[in-house]
């Protein structure tokens, strides 16, 4: 059901991924799906981040970011930790479905075509939620590379 009963477990400290899993746990996404939509994009990019930042791949991440930007957008990011050698081949697998989920959340933010609408959000919830609580619970990580 959506994010409901969705928490960001106690030792992750990231103010940003603490916040974004509060909400979207409380975000009714029928009622609200713009809202909701905001929140999914979010937490994809922003427990990526955190991800990264655990593993100490920052750097990593910027000397490939060849568009010289100052931070990289969340469709490099996931290339990146698709590409990457901390997570498992299992959860690099799973997420292959987020830049069109990444895609679609664009479209509703700037106000595209796209609608943001509660069927949608569920099947992207059902795609997200889990690899988000696999990154928290340390599975999404090759056992060697658990933060």
């Not at 930042?53 to 930790?81: A, S, V, Y």
């Not at 690899?131 to 340390?138: D, P």
Request: hydrophobic residues 40%; glycine residues 4%.
């Amino acid at each position: 059901m959506f994010f409901k009963g969705f928490v960001c477990p106690q030792p992750i400290t990231d103010n940003r991924l603490i916040i974004v899993s509060d909400e979207i746990s409380r975000v009714d996404h029928i009622r609200f799906p713009t809202a909701a939509t905001f929140l999914v994009r979010a937490l994809i990019e922003r427990s990526l981040v955190w991800s990264i930042d655990q593993h100490k791949l920052w750097g990593e991440l910027m000397k490939q970011n060849n568009k010289g930007e100052r931070e990289p957008g969340l469709e490099f990011i996931i290339t990146f930790c698709r590409q990457g050698n901390f997570f498992t081949d299992r959860f690099k697998t799973s997420i292959k479905h987020w830049p069109k989920i990444k895609e679609r959340s664009d479209m509703v933010i700037h106000g595209n075509w796209s609608q943001a609408n509660a069927t949608w959000l569920e099947e992207a919830a059902d795609i997200v939620r889990p690899c988000i609580e696999n990154i928290f619970s340390g599975k999404a990580f090759k056992k060697n590379e658990t933060p």
